[in-house]
C-alpha cells in the first residue's frame, strides 16, 4: 500500500505590482515522491496560475532550486518525506539573492551572466571530474571520454551565500568554483576576474554553499584552494616566472 | 517592408529549433510559453541523443532521421553532449536471436556499428551484466535536455527572437472566416492579458497539441504516451547500454553526470499535465535495469519521473512510428495561418524545426534556404544573457 | 516583474547574525561575527577605561570598586568566553583557507568548540 500524508503546501506568491503572501494547499501526498511532485499537483489541480520552473525532474537541469521550510533543495529530488511528516507543513519560497519573476520562478540572468564571464565548463573529461566509487576497474585512459560537469548552475549556492545576500557585486560560489575548476594556470586571463575584492577574497568562509550544492561541486572547498592558486599565480609573477 | 511575423506556441524542443530556424530565415518570432523552457514533455526526456539503432529493424525512416540528426548535433551543439556512444547488449537466446537483423538494419541506414566479444565489451564497460554474449557499439551519447533547447533558444534569442515565458495561450483571434490570425494569452506573471498578431502561429505543444487546434475547432492526431524515468544515484558506465531486442520496457540505462538513468515504459493517459508515478514501473525499471547493469539493484533512486511523449497516427503504444509530422492546417481543414508541428524525438528537434519551417515559409513566401545544419549554435548560457 | 525584492542588498547583513534554517558552518560564521562584535565593544569599553585610569589613581579606586559588580563580573566572563570562541573558530578559518581540513570544517567546528568551552570552564574556575 502506498503511504499517504495530509500536508499543507504552502506556496509564496508574488504577482507584478502586489503584496507577496503566501497561499496554502491541503494536499494528499505520498511521502517518497517529491517536493517538486507536490508543487506540481498544486499547479495542475489547486491553482493554475502558480508559476514555478522546472524540467528534467532528475536534478541535470538545476530548473528547480527553491526554499523548502527556508532551506534550498533542488525540489526534483527531495523526498517529501525529508523535509516534514504527516499533518505539517510544507513551505516553498524562491531563491534568495534572485530577482523574483513571478511566485516561485526567479531571473537567472545576472548568475548565468557571472557564469559565462568565467567560461564555466559545461562537459569535460571524466577523469577531471571526480565520482564517487568509480568502477574498479576502469581503464586509466578514460579522458577520452567527457561528461557533464557537476555544476547544474541550479543557483543554490547563491542563495545559501550570506554574503551574495549583501551584495550584487561579489561573484558568488557557483562562478568562483567554476574558475577553479578551470585553473589559474590554464586560463591566467582568469586571475584578474577572480582576484579583487568582490572575487575569490569576499568569501568569509560560511561553507553554507557547499552544505547546500545538490551536486557534489563543493563550491567551499574550491574557492579556499581558489585562493591557493591564486597566490600561486601571483609569487610566479613576482619571480617572473608566470 | 517589415518582417514575416510568426508565433510559436510551446517552449519545448520543437518550439525552441523551430524559433531557430525561423530567426535565421528572416522572421520575425515571437515564442509563447504557459510555464518556463522545457517544463513539459521536453524536459523530462530520457537525454539519449539516438543513434537510431533502436528503430533499424522495424522504423527504418525514424533510424536514418537520427543518426543523421545525431552527427548534425554533435557538430553544432558539443557543449552539452556526452558524446560517449552506446552499446547494445546481448544476455540471452532471444537477443542473440534478434542480432542478424539489427546488424542488417543498421547497415541499410548507415549507423556505424562494431561487433564486441563479450571480453572486449566488458573491458569497454566493466559494470554491465557479466553473462553478456555479444554487443555492438552504435554512436549513441547523452544530453542535457534544458541545456540543449537553451543553446537553441539563446542562438535564436541572438537573432532576434521573442521568449514570452509563463505566458499561456487562452484562445486564438481568427477573421471572420475562421482563419487564425493570432492569439489571446495571459500573461501569468503580471496577470494581464495581450493580444499578438502574426502572420502564421505555429502549435509546437507536442502532447498538447490538440489542447490549441481545438482553439480553432479542430482536432491533432497526436496521442500522449507516457513513460517513466528512474535516476539512480551512481555512473556505473561511460556510454548508453541498451538491450538488443525489439524495443520494450526499460532497455535503456543512459549515464549523465553522476547518475544512470532508466526508461522507460508506455501507456495511455488521459491528463498530460500531470502524469503521476507509477509503483510498479518502478519496480519494473529496477528489474529490467539490473540485467543490463547488475549494480542497480544496490543503488539508490534520486529522481524518479514522467512525462507524456506526443506520438502520432494510429496504433498504440510502441508501434506507432516516432516520426513527426507537420499539419498545415489550411491544407488539413482550410484553416489558414496555424501550422501544427507534433510527434518526433528529441534527437529529430533540429529535422522537425527545419520541416515547419520550411512550411511556414513557403506560406510566407520566403526562399531562404535551412541554415540550421551548418550553424553552430551559440553558448546555452546565451538565453540569458541575451536581452529580450 | 519587480526587480528590487528579494535581491541582495546591504542591509541583509543583519541576517548575517541570525541563523536560521544555517547550518554548522552557518553557525559558526554568525558565532564569528557576535563574538566580533562583542570583543570590538570590549576594545572600546577598555580604551575608556584606561583613559579614566590615566586621570588619576582616585579613579582607580572607583574603578575596583565597580569591578565588584556581578553584571561586570559576568561580562569579564563573557569576554574569555569570545575571546575563545571567537579565537578558536579563527584558527578553524585559517587552516581551511589553506585548504587543510577543508572538507571536513563540520568537524573541525565541533572539537574546536569543545576545546574552546574546555578552555572557558578552566578559566571560569580560576575566575570565580
Known amino acids: 500500500m502506498v503511504e499517504t500524508w495530509k500536508i499543507t503546501l504552502r506556496v509564496y506568491r508574488q504577482k507584478e505590482n502586489q503584496e507577496s503572501h503566501f497561499d496554502d494547499f491541503q494536499m494528499d501526498v505520498n511521502p517518497d515522491e517529491y517536493v517538486l511532485d507536490a508543487v506540481e499537483r498544486a499547479w495542475a489541480f489547486h491553482d493554475r496560475s502558480i508559476c514555478f520552473r522546472h524540467a528534467c525532474h532528475h536534478s541535470t537541469c538545476g530548473a528547480c532550486g527553491m526554499r523548502v521550510n527556508g532551506v534550498e533543495k533542488l525540489t526534483c529530488i527531495t523526498p517529501i518525506r525529508e523535509v516534514t511528516h504527516n499533518g505539517a507543513t510544507l513551505k516553498v519560497e524562491p531563491l534568495r539573492n534572485f530577482p523574483v519573476v513571478s511566485d516561485l520562478a526567479v531571473d537567472m540572468g545576472p548568475f548565468y551572466r557571472k557564469m559565462e564571464a568565467v567560461g564555466a565548463r559545461a562537459v569535460l573529461p571524466v577523469t577531471e571530474a571526480e565520482i564517487e566509487n568509480p568502477p574498479s576497474k576502469w581503464d586509466p585512459d578514460d579522458s577520452q571520454y567527457i561528461r557533464l560537469s557537476d555544476c547544474l548552475e541550479c543557483g543554490l549556492c547563491m542563495s545559501a551565500c550570506p554574503i551574495m545576500a549583501t551584495t550584487p557585486a561579489y561573484l558568488g560560489p557557483a562562478p568562483l568554483a567554476a574558475a577553479q575548476d578551470q585553473g589559474l594556470r590554464r586560463k591566467p586571463e582568469l586571475l584578474s576576474i577572480v582576484d579583487c575584492e568582490d572575487g575569490v577574497w569576499r568569501c568569509h568562509s560560511a561553507f553554507e554553499c557547499t552544505a547546500v550544492c545538490p551536486s557534489f561541486v563543493d563550491p567551499g572547498r574550491r574557492i579556499m584552494n581558489l585562493r591557493t592558486q591564486v597566490v600561486d599565480m601571483k609569487l610566479r609573477k613576482l619571480f617572473g616566472k608566470a | 517592408m517589415s518582417k514575416p511575423q510568426v508565433i510559436i506556441i510551446g517552449a519545448g524542443f520543437t518550439g525552441v529549433a523551430t524559433a531557430h530556424d525561423l530567426a535565421l530565415r528572416g522572421c520575425e518570432v515571437t515564442v509563447v510559453e504557459r510555464g518556463d523552457l522545457c517544463n513539459g514533455t521536453s524536459g523530462r526526456t530520457h537525454g539519449l541523443l539516438h543513434s537510431g539503432g533502436r528503430y533499424a529493424v522495424k522504423d527504418k525512416e525514424s533510424a536514418v532521421e537520427c543518426i543523421d540528426e545525431n552527427m548534425i548535433l554533435r557538430k553544432i551543439v558539443p557543449q552539452v553532449i556526452e558524446p560517449n556512444g552506446g552499446l547494445f547488449i546481448a544476455l540471452d537466446e532471444s537477443d542473440l536471436a534478434y542480432a542478424e537483423q539489427f546488424i542488417e538494419s543498421c547497415q541499410e541506414c548507415h549507423i556505424p556499428l562494431e561487433e564486441l566479444k563479450p571480453s572486449q565489451a566488458l573491458k569497454l564497460e566493466p559494470n554491465i551484466n557479466p553473462n553478456v554474449l555479444v554487443a555492438f557499439t552504435i554512436p549513441d551519447g547523452t544530453f542535457d535536455p534544458l541545456r540543449l533547447a537553451l543553446a537553441f533558444a539563446g542562438t535564436a534569442k541572438h537573432h532576434g527572437a521573442k521568449f514570452h515565458t509563463f505566458t499561456e495561450v487562452e484562445s486564438l483571434l481568427t477573421d471572420g472566416a475562421g482563419n487564425v490570425e493570432g492569439i489571446k494569452a495571459l500573461n501569468r506573471a503580471s496577470g494581464r492579458s495581450e493580444e499578438l498578431r502574426a502572420d502564421v502561429v505555429v502549435n509546437a505543444t507536442g502532447a498538447w497539441a490538440g489542447h490549441i487546434t481545438a482553439m480553432a475547432g479542430l482536432d491533432a492526431p497526436v496521442k500522449p504516451t507516457p513513460g517513466i524515468m528512474v535516476a539512480y544515484n551512481q555512473r556505473f558506465v561511460q556510454r548508453a547500454i541498451n538491450r538488443l531486442n525489439a524495443p520494450g520496457d526499460g532497455d535503456i540505462v543512459l549515464p549523465q553526470r553522476r547518475m544512470a538513468v532508466v526508461g522507460t515504459t508506455s501507456f495511455d493517459a488521459e491528463n498530460v499535465d500531470y502524469i503521476p508515478v507509477v509503483d510498479d514501473q518502478i519496480k519494473l525499471m529496477l528489474e529490467r535495469g539490473s540485467e543490463l547493469i547488475p549494480g542497480i539493484r544496490s543503488a539508490k533512486p534520486r529522481g524518479i519521473y514522467m512525462a507524456a511523449r506526443p506520438l502520432v497516427g494510429g496504433g498504440s503504444g510502441r508501434s506507432i512510428a516516432r516520426t513527426f509530422k507537420c499539419y498545415d492546417h489550411k491544407e488539413t481543414h482550410n484553416v489558414d495561418g496555424l501550422v501544427t508541428i507534433t510527434g518526433g524525438k528529441a534527437t529529430t528537434l533540429r529535422a522537425m524545426a527545419e520541416k515547419t519551417a520550411d512550411v511556414v515559409c513557403a506560406k510566407l513566401n520566403i526562399s531562404t534556404p535551412c541554415l540550421t545544419k551548418e550553424t553552430p549554435l551559440l553558448s546555452y548560457r546565451s538565453y540569458y544573457t541575451t536581452p529580450n | ?128
Do not use: C
Open chain 3, 1 to 128: 516583474m519587480d526587480q528590487t525584492r528579494n535581491q541582495p542588498s546591504a542591509r541583509k547583513f543583519l541576517s548575517w547574525f541570525i541563523p536560521v534554517g544555517r547550518q554548522v558552518g552557518g553557525w559558526a560564521f554568525a558565532l564569528s561575527r557576535v563574538t566580533a562584535i562583542g570583543l570590538t565593544f570590549y576594545l572600546f569599553l577598555h580604551l575608556y577605561v584606561l583613559r579614566l585610569l590615566a586621570l588619576g589613581p582616585g579613579h582607580y579606586d572607583e574603578f575596583l570598586k565597580l569591578t565588584e559588580n556581578p553584571i561586570i563580573k559576568l561580562g569579564e566572563w563573557a569576554v574569555v568566553a569570545a575571546v575563545f570562541l571567537h579565537g578558536f573558530n579563527g584558527i578553524r578559518i585559517v587552516l581551511t583557507s589553506f585548504g587543510v581540513g577543508v572538507t571536513r570544517q563540520k568537524q573541525l567546528f565541533y572539537g574546536f568548540m569543545i576545546a574552546a568551552i574546555l578552555v572557558i570552564l578552566i578559566f571560569t574556575v580560576r575566575m570565580y
